[in-house]
């Protein structure tokens, strides 16, 4: 089952998962629509045939593998991919056994996450995961040189085609779809308050059905998560009477295409 969340209008180069999870409410009640409301164009596998016939009919970027499926278990499907490709491989496992992460890392895998899943961390994961395949595939591709020129440290940014807000230090926070479009319009006003009414407007079809406390809860966690996620403060700030501003001179735009 493919699932695209929240947002009828993702983008064409959205990062493509594919889940193998035999539990019918963690894959279709969780996983897949929390990793579409992330921005993720996501597919779901109940077994390891599925998943196989999922990847012949599409290209993914990332398989996210539960290790206990019934007819191939996840360390298997992990071992097998590895041997054929390059894609991301993220394992999820109730079992808190060390021999079980080893092995896991081992047959390939990337990243190892213990059950039951925080989606916050697995979207981050999966966003810090593409960032590294994409840094190593550009350096491996690019010529030789005596030294490695350093990277200028940038302020908060969006990345990912904006499923993504990176702190200056360099930590990732994933995005939720109203977290994407508030931080895409306050970025994109460059240190210039945002009304109110401008951000309900671009969250919601009908801004007279949006209750405005909603807003202010969403900007209430977003500032929690950033600061919980990252350990620096988010510089998205009040403007008194008039709206919310992210503070010029705190941030390196990237807006997304």
Request: hydrophobic fraction near 45%; proline fraction near 5%.
């Amino acid at each position: 089952m493919s699932y695209q969340g929240q947002s009828s209008a993702l983008p064409s180069q959205a990062l493509r998962v594919i889940v193998l999870e035999d539990d019918p409410l963690l894959r279709e009640r969780i996983l897949l629509p929390g990793l579409a409301d992330h921005g993720f164009r996501v597919t779901g596998s109940a077994t390891a045939t599925e998943l196989y016939r999922n990847m012949l009919a599409q290209r993914f970027d990332i398989a996210v593998l539960d290790i206990g499926v019934p007819d191939e278990d996840g360390l298997t499907v992990a071992r097998h991919l590895r041997s054929m490709s390059n894609i991301g491989i993220v394992m999820l496992s109730a079992s808190q056994a060390r021999a079980d992460r080893i092995q896991a890392m081992t047959d390939g895998a990337d990243m190892f996450l213990s059950k039951p899943i925080d989606m916050e961390v697995l979207a981050a994961s999966l966003h810090s995961l593409v960032r590294r395949m994409q840094s190593a595939a550009t350096w491996q591709g690019a010529p030789k040189s005596p030294e490695r020129v350093p990277v200028p440290s940038r302020g908060w940014h969006l990345e990912t085609d904006g499923w993504c807000l990176l702190s200056p230090r360099g930590a990732v926070i994933a995005l939720s779809v109203p977290e994407r479009c508030i931080m895409q319009q306050l970025i994109a006003r460059q240190g210039t308050p945002v009304s109110r009414s401008a951000l309900i407007a671009a969250l919601s079809q009908d801004v007279y059905e949006f209750d405005p406390h909603r807003l202010e809860m969403l900007v209430y966690r977003l500032r929690r998560k950033a600061g919980e996620q990252s350990g620096e403060t988010l510089p998205l700030l009040t403007a008194r009477g008039s709206g919310y501003v992210f503070a010029k001179g705190a941030l390196d735009v990237e807006l997304a295409s």
